[in-house]
């Protein structure tokens, strides 16, 4: 029987625990798992059977939070990461090689735009950035070395809508994998593999979490790219030398990806989930879909209310009729276009600073997708080592700021922005 997605976020990947019969799942808090014997731990080491070894690799709590994520999103089996930033690492690298890049929107997180166009470049790999809206550029900028078209589903900071469908079809025909980054919309606004995506990557430090308490990031397969069409993935086609020449997409069929993320990426990577952090994004991700309504209602209510105000030079809202990715949402995220958007002040970048300086519901911070409402400047903060060139681009120039919206009583919201803007253009 197929459930929905509200009792998936409460139960996928959950059972009452074997061991105490506990209903909610337990915090295993322990670093390694006694073996039955020696061929036991053999077998386990051999990857020829599957069991927890040492938490660098798998652990029970975090295990539950891996299956819950990869069933809302359709997927066939995931990983837990450490953050998202470890996420986005993880996703990459048994894509790529020295030499090798990645197509990626230019409109993106502030620190993946970083860690794309300066810290890839250590392992000799490089990203490509082109408008996603511009398909032709797409095409064009995919060559010989490419090994993944990479984007956001909702794009961070202005709530941008990609195409999703349109992007797959470019990146089947390249027989490369598309990376969609699903952190802003979440699973339950957009399903980024029904649209056609191979992989899907997160911040659950943003809304899965829901709370601002812990960091946490997750790769979800789809299990349906075949790995062994081209030459292209020889991580995942040809023979692993650590595992006495075991092939993992010969072996391990559609669950190939997830199982070298485990196998190799945490264990020679270690950007593991910690049990504690699993346990808090567990408790966030019961309440999902509730968050997410009201966040929207929030969001589309929040922002007319601000694109009437005489001190706002414009918003870029999805949800709003003026934005020119509003005739995306019904196809890409039905349910709402997310709660995250950018405000451009006519003030420009002395206002903006005023702004968020005034504002008293609305935190400051370096986080987006919280029950609170937040904003930031992105100029002064997360775009800051940008040039003005890729600020503009990613749509976080000088008089704009980021406002993530909370599931607060909007009446009150709109009140502190009032006084704010009033304070602003003073
Ligand atoms: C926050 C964020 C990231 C990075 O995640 P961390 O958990 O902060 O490492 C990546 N992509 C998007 C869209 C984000 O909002």
């Given amino acids: 029987m197929a459930y929905g997605f509200d009792t998936l976020q409460i139960h996928a990947g959950a059972a009452p625990d074997p061991a105490t019969g506990a209903r909610q799942t337990p915090i295993y808090q322990t670093t390694a798992y006694v073996f039955r014997d020696a061929d036991h731990a053999a077998a386990l080491f051999n990857l020829q059977e599957v069991g927890f070894i040492y938490s660098r690799l798998t652990n029970p709590t975090v295990a539950v939070l891996a299956e819950r994520i990869a069933t809302l999103e359709g997927g066939q089996g995931a990983v837990c990461c450490s953050s998202g930033h470890a996420a986005q690492i993880m996703a990459l690298f048994p894509l790529m090689a020295p030499g090798r890049n990645v197509v990626a929107s230019s409109r993106l997180y502030g620190g993946t735009i970083t860690q794309f166009s300066q810290t890839i470049k250590r392992f000799g790999w490089s990203a490509k950035f082109v408008d996603f809206d511009d398909l032709e550029a797409v095409k064009a900028a995919i060559d010989e070395d490419t090994r993944a078209v990479f984007c956001e589903s ?8 990609t195409d999703l469908d349109a992007i797959a079809a470019i990146s089947d025909e390249a027989g490369l994998p598309l990376i969609v980054d699903n952190t802003s919309a979440t699973p339950y606004l957009c399903n980024p593999i029904a649209h056609g ?3 899907v990557v997160h911040s659950t430090t943003k809304y899965l979490t829901g709370n ?14 075949d790995w062994s069409a081209s030459d292209k993935f020889p991580s995942l086609s040809e023979p692993e030398p650590a595992y006495h020449g075991l092939k993992f997409h010969e072996t391990f069929g559609a669950l190939a990806y997830t199982f070298h993320g485990i196998a190799i990426g945490l264990r020679d990577l270690g950007m593991t989930m910690n049990p504690q952090a699993a346990h808090y994004t567990l408790m966030g991700i019961e309440t999902l879909s509730l968050r997410m309504q009201r966040h929207v209602q929030n969001a589309e209510q929040v922002a007319a209310w601000l694109e009437g105000h005489d001190a706002v030079d414009y918003v ?6 003026s934005s020119p990715y509003n005739g995306r949402v019904a196809k890409i995220c039905p349910k709402g276009a997310g709660g995250l958007f950018t405000v451009a002040l006519k003030g420009g970048y002395e206002a903006c600073l005023k702004f968020v300086d005034s504002l008293e519901i609305f935190s400051h911070v370096a986080n987006l997708g919280d029950t609170r409402s937040l904003v930031i400047h992105s100029a002064s903060t997360t775009h800051r080592q940008l ?12 008089s704009v700021v980021r406002i993530s919206i909370g599931i607060e009583d909007p ?6 922005l009032a006084q704010a803007l009033d304070k602003a253009s003073a």
């Fill in 387 to 398: 040039t003005p060139e890729q600020q503009e681009a990613a749509g976080a120039g000088p």
């Fill in 197 to 199: 995506a191979t992989l």
């Fill in 411 to 416: 009446t009150d919201l709109i009140a502190d």
């Fill in 212 to 225: 601002g308490t812990v960091t946490g990031g997750c790769v979800v397969d789809s299990g349906k790219f």
């Fill in 316 to 321: 870029t809202y999805a949800g709003l009729a």
């Fill in 154 to 161: 909702i794009a961070n900071p202005g709530g941008y809508i």
